[in-house]
């Protein structure tokens, strides 16, 4: 059982940057892909960006959010950049055996991190 835990959420202005962590319990960590989902409300769960030995990036991120993991500390990192209103959402890191772009292709959940960005 691979317990996550998401930090770094908060309220920024449009324009502005925060950077998201995500620590994983799983000493065998560089086991698994890592993968970032967004969910706003009313809609559904969307893939944002995910790794293992590639980066992988929703269209709407690509040149603003940058992932990256440190295999030392067991630990995953959304780097976001020019944000955006619509980037407003519940964060979650998630991870799986496989990379992938769907959320069920995840075993394991964080709890999520809020992310607000005002206009």
């Known amino acids: 059982q691979v317990q996550l835990g998401e930090s770094g959420g908060g309220l920024v202005q449009a324009g502005g940057s925060l950077r998201l962590s995500c620590g994983a319990s799983?000493?065998?960590?560089?086991?698994?892909?890592m993968g970032w989902f967004r969910q706003a409300p009313g809609k559904e769960r969307e893939f944002v960006a995910s790794?293992?030995?590639?980066?992988y990036y929703a269209d709407s991120v690509k040149g603003r959010f940058t992932i990256s993991r440190d295999n030392a500390k067991n630990t995953v990192y959304l780097q976001m950049n020019s944000l955006k209103p619509e980037d407003t959402a519940v964060y979650y890191c998630?991870?799986?055996?496989?990379?992938?772009?769907?959320?069920?292709?995840?075993?394991?959940w964080g709890q999520g991190t809020q992310v607000t960005v005002s206009s």
């Open positions: 998630a991870a799986g055996r496989v990379v992938g772009d769907r959320p069920h292709e995840y075993d394991y």
């Open positions: 799983e000493r065998t960590f560089t086991n698994y892909a």
């Open positions: 790794i293992n030995r590639r980066t």
